[in-house]
């Protein structure tokens, strides 16, 4: 099998993978494949350099980094060891999985929510305990449709959750919503958000309470009601106005139009 | 280069021959960063996009260039600079390298 087969292959198994090619130097367009269990495919033009190079592509990859590293012709990669020897300039891209997004309630808003994240190139999971709601067919446009609680999804699966991730709880049903934030509080992923008018979110307030959740850093976690103001009012709108708060999240912005505030747009 | 995966496949497929344009480093403000990607058969069809169109003709041409063996592969780089006067620029005022090569590997 050649490295692009090897490395497309992991590409659609969403198993992560660093795609390494020198872009100047001895051996100029050569590829390798690294994935966490090291060099699977390919070399850079001799053993040294595959040696030193995987070792680095393998931190990239586990970082998530896309970057241009140098090295000398054997992969000498001291700054005494470059000053009199040739440059060779390698290109490390790193291919993680998708983010996931946890989307809990089979309603409306639900399919507008899974549609606009698979834009954004989220896997999506739709999850409701109700069998009749809770369908593929409702959900074609979802990765996964699971028929279960909140506790037992975030006892089995929490684990796979990060920074990346985002869970959106749209049940609107205190039987439901309230274990599944308790799940997501107890887990590392990066949004959490809860659907709800304001009235609903006082009273699941005091429903939280008496469950324990009443720190201010795990109520600084939940963004409830979930969604930018944006003013909209259909699912779709709001699909918009729920990513939009993710990307905010993410990135630490306030979401303010770039026409009213200033400094850099990237 | 995920999103040029079923291009690729279907163009091999087909015994066309493709080469891959990728971002290697941006300076400056850029529409995409680092990773970004586009493939270009040897018919000039063409997948996915490197910058907001700015360069994607120009890089065409670099590309076919490269399948036919009139350059070799290498990097290229647009924008704006004292040393590297480049007709085709990003409107942003940045400068984007991008490395080519015929997939071959």
Redo the contacts between chains.
Sequence with gaps: MGSYQTFSAHVRDNSPVALVTVIEGPHIGSTMVVTPSGIVGGSLGNSDIDRVVGRDALGELEAGRTLVRHYGPHGESTPEDLIDTATVRIFIESFSPPPLMWIFGAVDFTAALARVAKVLGYHVTVCDAREVFATRRRFPMADDVKVTWPTPMFTENGHRLSSRDAVCILTHDPKFDVPAIQGALATSVGYIGVMGSRKTHAKRLERMAEVGITSTADLARIHSPIGLDLGGRTPEETAVSIVGEIIATRTGRNASPLGVSDGAIH | ??EL?TD??RWQTDGKRVAIA?V??IEG??PR???AAMAVNQDGEVSGSVSGGCVESAVVSEALAILSGEQ????VTFGYSDDEAFAVGLTCGGIIHL?I?????
């Design positions: 280069m995920r995966l690729i496949d990728r290697v480093d403000s850029g960063g680092a990773g070799p592969s290498r990097v490395f090569q015929p997939l071959e590997w």
